[in-house]
């Protein structure tokens, strides 16, 4: 019996950056079983209203980090470019 190669595509990978969770119970259960889980929920908003909540408060937490790392990253990039530059400087006067 030849084995199955696991093939995961750009989206799964920009799914699994945007939430683990996302990408693991989308992997585990298909689409089509989350979206009518989804659907159950919001006919039942009230009580898990919470975990909604929760989940938003994770997404943003993310992205803040994100954005957090992407400007010291640039940060850094920066200071490096202003040091080459300086260097070039002093190394023709």
């Known amino acids: 019996m030849k084995k199955k190669p696991i093939r995961i595509s750009a989206h ?17 259960y298909g689409q089509k079983a989350l979206k ?8 039942k908003a009230p009580p898990h209203e ?28 920066g200071l490096f470019i202003l040091l080459l530059i300086w260097s070039i400087v002093e190394w023709l006067i």
């Not at 920009?14 to 989308?26: E, K, L, M, R, V």
């Not at 009518?36 to 006919?43: G, H, N, Q, S």
């Open 12 to 28: 799964e990978i920009n799914s699994f950056t945007y939430c683990p969770y996302q990408w693991y119970y989308g992997r585990k």
């Open 36 to 43: 009518e889980k989804y659907m159950a929920l919001e006919r």
């Open 50 to 77: 919470g975990n909604f909540k929760r989940g938003l408060r994770f997404h943003n937490h993310y992205y803040k980090d994100y954005e957090r790392k992407r400007r010291i990253e640039w940060g850094i990039v």
